[in-house]
């Protein structure tokens, strides 16, 4: 007996607390890395829409494919045809950049600089191998290597775009660069042609100039979304 009349075999049962010197209540399971890890990874590419944009690369492809197989195209509509769906899949990764919390998102989270990263990446690779495979077999003017470049450098304006005016306006930098390309390969049947590699859409695939420009506005565009993300206010 304690204090109080009180058994003293009954000071931890009564209370339900542990009994003296055994084992203390299990806790909720550890999270393993790898499952947490693939958890961020589902979710940052459900709100960024990625599996959207999967379905846009591989309705362009099919497109694509479509189009070489069934038509038949000369010199000048044979380069301006897979330029439209290049622009197609640049415009839909351009657009996974969005955030639905907008700007407060870039201070919360230590890997979301490179889950942004990694989506805009594993996109462009395989709207580049989408598009490529849409042309085997078929006359695919300019070949995989004018599919990297065109895609890769369309895709950095998107990126670019984002930045700057927001993620769900970026297809605007695609499309846009679109009526320059094709304006572009116009000149070169009705002259004056323009030549800049700038304008790589009109230059020829092995170009070392056009593809270095191209290059370069994909890896300041995938820096640059890297680092800050799309411009989107909260709430949109």
Same mark, same amino acid.
């Given at each position: 007996?304690?204090?109080?009349?009180?058994?003293?075999?009954?000071?931890?049962?009564?209370?339900?607390?542990?009994?003296?010197?055994?084992?203390?209540?299990?806790?909720?399971?550890?999270?393993?890395?790898?499952?947490?890890?693939?958890?961020?990874?589902?979710?940052?590419?459900?709100?960024?829409?990625?599996?959207?944009?999967?379905?846009?690369?591989?309705?362009?492809?099919?497109?694509?494919?479509?189009?070489?197989?069934?038509?038949?195209?000369?010199?000048?509509? &044979? %380069?301006? *045809?897979?330029?439209?769906?290049? #622009?197609?899949? =640049? /415009? @839909?990764? !351009?657009? $996974?950049?969005?955030?639905?919390?907008?700007?407060?998102?870039?201070?919360?989270?230590?890997?979301?600089?490179?889950?942004?990263?990694?989506? &805009? %990446?594993? *996109?462009?690779?395989?709207?580049? #191998?989408?598009? =490529? /495979? @849409?042309? !085997?077999? $078929?006359?695919?003017?300019?070949?995989?290597?004018?599919?990297?470049?065109?895609?890769?450098?369309?895709?950095?304006?998107?990126?670019?775009? &984002?930045?700057?005016?927001?993620?769900?306006?970026?297809?605007?930098?695609?499309?846009?660069?679109?009526?320059?390309?094709?304006?572009?390969?116009?000149?070169?049947?009705?002259?004056?042609?323009?030549?800049?590699?700038?304008?790589?859409?009109?230059?020829?695939?092995?170009?070392?100039?056009?593809?270095?420009?191209?290059?370069?506005?994909?890896?300041?565009?995938?820096?640059?979304?890297?680092?800050?993300?799309?411009?989107?206010?909260?709430?949109?």
């Amino acid at each position: 007996m304690i204090a109080g009349g009180m058994p003293r075999a009954t000071t931890a049962a009564g209370t339900g607390g542990p009994p003296p010197g055994g084992p203390l209540p299990d806790g909720p399971p550890p999270v393993r890395p790898l499952t947490a890890g693939l958890r961020l990874v589902r979710l940052h590419a459900t709100s960024r829409r990625v599996p959207a944009a999967v379905t846009a690369i591989a309705a362009c492809a099919i497109g694509l494919w479509i189009a070489l197989a069934a038509g038949s195209w000369d010199s000048y509509g &044979a %380069l301006q *045809l897979p330029l439209v769906f290049e #622009a197609g899949c =640049a /415009a @839909a990764i !351009a657009v $996974t950049t969005a955030s639905p919390l907008g700007e407060p998102e870039r201070v919360t989270g230590r890997w979301l600089p490179f889950l942004r990263l990694a989506t &805009a %990446l594993a *996109l462009t690779v395989a709207a580049v #191998a989408a598009l =490529a /495979a @849409a042309g !085997a077999g $078929t006359h695919l003017a300019g070949g995989a290597l004018d599919v990297l470049r065109n895609v890769a450098g369309m895709t950095g304006l998107g990126l670019l775009c &984002a930045a700057v005016v927001g993620g769900r306006l970026a297809w605007a930098g695609p499309v846009s660069y679109l009526v320059a390309g094709v304006y572009a390969l116009y000149t070169q049947w009705h002259g004056p042609a323009l030549t800049t590699p700038w304008l790589w859409p009109a230059r020829p695939p092995h170009d070392l100039g056009a593809a270095v420009c191209a290059g370069l506005v994909f890896a300041v565009g995938l820096a640059v979304i890297t680092v800050r993300g799309a411009r989107d206010p909260a709430g949109e």
